[in-house]
């Protein structure tokens, strides 16, 4: 019986701190959904952009520049060329922080993107996903620039 004992801490230790498969296959999914949806927009290609998202009544971009300024988009102008869309460049995300139900999660993270002519701009960014059949999909943004002092 003391033998019991000793193990069940073990037991309950690894069960509860070893990734489940579904949460590692989940995550990687929602990367690169993020990453396609990084690059469509810059790309312009306003199609495949527009497949990243599943608008919502309650879907919503929210944006605060590096100056100060709040901007808030409705989903409405997806698949709708952008003065900003279309430019180039690319984006460099790191430290994901992701919390994953069943068919919804959020995911936080830097991002560095360079323009097309190697200007910087730094962010932090929280999306709200959702699943949509077996995919997930974009629900709503937050993101937050800043520059480096």
């Given amino acids: 019986?003391?033998?019991f004992f000793l193990y069940l801490p073990a037991i309950s230790y690894s069960q509860q701190n070893e990734p489940s498969y579904r949460f590692r296959e989940d995550s990687l999914a929602i990367i690169k959904l993020l990453d396609t949806a990084a690059k469509t927009f810059r790309s312009g290609d306003t199609s495949a952009y527009d497949n990243c998202w599943l608008v919502r009544p309650y879907s919503i971009i929210l944006i605060?520049?590096?100056?100060?300024k709040a901007i808030t988009l409705h989903p409405d102008v997806l698949g709708k060329p952008s003065a900003s869309m279309g430019k180039g460049g690319?984006?460099?995300?790191?430290?994901?922080?992701m919390s994953i139900h069943a068919d919804d999660a959020w995911v936080s993270f830097d991002e560095v993107s360079t323009a097309e002519n190697g200007v910087k701009s730094y962010s932090?960014?929280?999306w709200m996903i959702e699943r949509a059949g077996n995919a997930w999909k974009l629900v709503a943004a937050s993101l937050h620039?800043?520059?480096?002092?």
């Avoid at 690319?90 to 922080?97: G, L, V």
């Avoid at 620039?145 to 002092?149: C, G, I, N, Q, S």
């Fill in 90 to 97: 690319y984006a460099e995300a790191s430290n994901y922080r």
């Fill in 124 to 126: 932090h960014e929280i």
């Fill in 145 to 149: 620039f800043y520059k480096l002092p």
């Fill in 64 to 68: 605060s520049t590096a100056d100060g």
């Fill in 1 to 3: 019986m003391m033998l």
